[in-house]
T-cell receptor, first 115, second 117 residues
Framework: KAGVTQTPRYLIKTRGQQVTLSCSPI?????VSWYQQTPGQGLQFLFE???????NKGNFPGRFSGRQFSNSRSEMNVSTLELGDSALYLC??????????????FGPGTRLTVT | AQKITQTQPGMFVQEKEAVTLDCTYD???????LFWYKQPSSGEMIFLIY??????QNATEGRYSLNFQKARKSANLVISASQLGDSAMYFC??????????????FGKGTKLSVKP
């Protein structure tokens, strides 16, 4: 079956703009988590959605937001982009929130560059 | 607070030899899970192996084994018979288990493994 897909794969934006990233989980998976990866801070948890509800949130400013649709697809939005938002954004899906770790699968990521 | 420490920024290993990647962790939670992921240059995180804090035996998955020493709070990854395709970043991660659910993953900074032919 198809894996986790993330679109777009690469994105270049200017400071002050906003951006929306998309994640389509594996069919049948209802939980989606988002992570930010930067050279300086490493991998950091952004938020987790399950059945259209935000279940858990990391320590990021309110400029970072997300949502999940009834088909389990998830989007994350970053408003008023800053240079420090340049990162690889990874999405992971699992069948249900807090499930067996073997069932959590990551997508290929969206590489965002802010100039 | 939970923390994962990987002290080796980079490692080299000869093809077909074994290599150990270090990971120490800090947590006050009684129940937690420890993970290792591989991240090739393509960026995707690939799950390798999992160890639960109450598991009595060390986890093994093919050429990967996890050397779990709970008292020392270490969870080192051992890769046997290294292959050129093992060259990648390796991340140790932890997640607390509470009630019937599990928290988010906390990652270490990673170790870049290079396998030499």
């Amino acid at each position: 079956k198809a894996g986790v897909t993330q679109t777009p794969r690469y994105l270049i934006k200017t400071r002050g703009q906003q951006v929306t990233l998309s994640c389509s989980p594996i069919s049948g998976h209802r939980s989606v988590s988002w992570y930010q990866q930067t050279p300086g801070q490493g991998l950091q948890f952004l938020f987790e959605y399950f059945s259209e509800t935000q279940r858990n949130k990391g320590n990021f400013p309110g400029r970072f937001s997300g949502r999940q649709f009834s088909n389990s697809r998830s989007e994350m939005n970053v408003s008023t982009l800053e240079l420090g938002d340049s990162a690889l954004y990874l999405c992971a899906s699992s069948r249900q929130a807090g499930t067996d770790p073997h069932e959590q699968y990551f997508g290929p990521g969206t590489r965002l560059t802010v100039t | 607070a939970q923390k994962i420490t990987q002290t080796q920024p980079g490692m080299f290993v000869q093809e077909k030899e074994a290599v150990t990647l270090d990971c120490t962790y800090d947590t006050s939670d009684p129940s937690y899970g420890l993970f290792w992921y591989k991240q090739p240059s393509s960026g995707e995180m690939i799950f390798l192996i999992y160890q639960g804090s109450y598991d009595q035996q060390n986890a093994t998955e093919g050429r990967y084994s996890l050397n779990f020493q709970k008292a020392r709070k270490s969870a080192n990854l051992v890769i046997s018979a290294s292959q050129l395709g093992d060259s990648a970043m390796y991340f140790c991660a932890m997640r607390r288990n509470y009630g019937g659910s599990q928290g988010n993953l906390i990652f270490g900074k990673g170790t870049k493994l290079s396998v030499k032919p």
